[in-house]
């Protein structure tokens, strides 16, 4: 039995049953299904539709539903159009005529939207508590590195030495940028939208305040054609989850690059890297791989919700029964991603005399030419000077450390005994000392304050 048999005479042709069906998607919904009709057979028995023996029977028999499902008891049956459907037909079989009266100034529009909104209530804390891990896991690598110096790169070329340690933290801060944006979604997520029946509000005078608050909403809804219609929490969703995707696979990218021979940076650990069937020497880096390969997918689910969504009349359109689905999506890759991405960066070993063999000594250009600035030379000449430096020892075929002191003493006479010191990598690092910089005691402060601190107002420590 459908819910809406009444004015038809025929039976829907069976292909096009299956193509309006949404049970094999929004089953996932079953408990926050049961949920909101609970809430809801309390509104509308407190606005006296439901009699007390009603209100209890109907309660109870959701209640046993609600069991079948928690239990994995539950069985669908052929007819069960949507999970809406499956447990209003469940309910009358449970209890007979009174499942009936639950729907009473209700409709699937406004009920399809509660539901999706308690699912993704419940998602996001989930999701969030496996960024979170994942950032524990950067951590714990940061505090490792201690202070082992790796070559930084812009353009892919090498730039300046840095901390590995101030690499591992600076994919944290993307990711606690995730987390934000998740905890801003949550409150737009938090509104509800039943009591707001098929477009234009329901005629049972149910308190939705009260109801709001009853499902652990923060409001109801103000409008009931915006309310059945209002699918920018699950596009913005799938933003976050892009977004996170993009994250992730930047962070995978490097990783890949960083784990070749060629660069030797990173050891993959056994339990995260996989063999070839042909060549039997390889070792490859399929996790991270993956996660580069899933985020393009994360992006796809965006784009075509948002397509979906674009040029809609006003409140409901069945196009809408296409909204579940790339957000389950996201939320499964990404809780398939998470974990494992932790595990194989809590496994991975840094190859330090890898990291320190890759720096070399042109990499302190900029500190050569700021050693001329202490001397009281405009930056603009220094950069000039440290530049013919670089020329000429390049033309010798020597580093910027095995130029004799007197070709430094032919480009400047500023140039001292003491120019040699600059080359030293780790004091390069430690002279970026300013909030944010590569230096060991910069760093070591971004960790305290990822641990310890609250990173802004009103925010709790990252990691708590
Ligand atoms: N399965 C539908 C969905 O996911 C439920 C709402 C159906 N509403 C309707 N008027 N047919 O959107």
């Known amino acids: 039995m459908t819910l809406w048999g009444g004015r038809f005479s025929q039976k829907l042709d069976d292909l096009a049953w299956t193509l309006n069906a949404s049970l094999p998607v929004d089953q996932r919904m079953a408990l926050q299904d049961v949920d909101g009709s609970l809430a809801w057979a309390d509104a509308i028995h407190k606005a006296g539709i439901l009699s007390d023996e009603e209100h209890g029977q109907i309660t109870r028999g959701l209640a046993a539903v609600r069991e079948e499902f928690a239990s994995g008891r539950f069985s669908f049956v052929p007819s069960d159009e949507d999970i809406h459907t499956a447990v209003e037909r469940r309910l009358g079989e449970l209890i007979g005529a009174a499942a009936g009266k639950l729907h009473t100034g209700r409709s699937r529009n406004d009920q399809v939207a509660t539901d999706f909104r308690l699912w993704m209530l419940q998602a996001i804390p989930e999701l969030d508590a496996a960024l979170k891990d994942l950032q524990s896991a950067l951590v714990e690598q940061a505090e490792l590195a201690g202070e082992t110096l790796m070559p930084g790169y812009t353009h892919l070329q090498r730039a300046q030495p840095i901390l590995l340690a101030h690499w591992w933290l600076s994919h944290f801060h993307p990711l606690q940028r995730d987390r934000q944006r998740l905890a801003d979604l949550t409150k737009r997520v938090s509104v509800l939208p039943l009591g707001c029946g098929a477009l234009a509000g329901t005629s049972v005078p149910v308190d939705r305040a009260a109801l709001a608050e009853s499902l652990g909403f923060a409001e109801p809804a103000p409008n009931s054609l915006d309310a059945v219609s209002d699918r920018d929490f699950a596009a913005e969703f799938l933003f976050c989850a892009a977004m996170t995707g993009v994250h992730l696979s930047k962070l995978a990218e490097q990783i890949v690059l960083y784990a070749s021979a060629e660069f030797g940076f990173f050891e993959l650990s056994d339990a995260y890297s996989t063999g070839s069937s042909l060549m039997p020497q390889k070792k490859n880096p399929d996790v991270f791989e993956l996660t580069r390969g899933k985020a ?169």
């Open 296 to 464: 393009g997918a994360l992006l796809g689910l965006l784009t075509g919700l948002l397509a979906t969504l674009k040029g809609l009349p006003s409140t409901y359109d069945k196009d809408l029964q296409e909204d579940k689905a790339p957000v389950f999506q996201a939320v499964d890759a990404l809780l398939m991603i998470l974990p494992v991405l932790a595990g194989a960066l809590r496994t991975i070993a840094a190859k330090p005399e890898r990291m320190r063999a890759a720096i070399d000594s042109f990499m302190m250009a900029t500190d050569l030419a700021d050693y001329l600035v202490g001397k009281g030379i405009p930056f603009r000449e220094t950069h000039a000077i440290a530049g013919k430096a670089v020329r000429a020892a390049a033309e010798k075929g020597i580093g910027l450390d095995q130029m004799p002191l007197e070709a430094y003493q032919a480009l400047s006479p500023a140039f001292e005994a003491d120019v040699y010191q600059v080359f030293d990598p780790l004091e390069s690092v430690k002279r970026r000392n300013a909030i944010g910089g590569a230096s060991p005691q910069s760093v070591k402060n971004q960790i305290t304050q990822i641990t310890n601190r609250q990173l802004s107002k009103g925010e709790k420590s990252c990691l708590q």
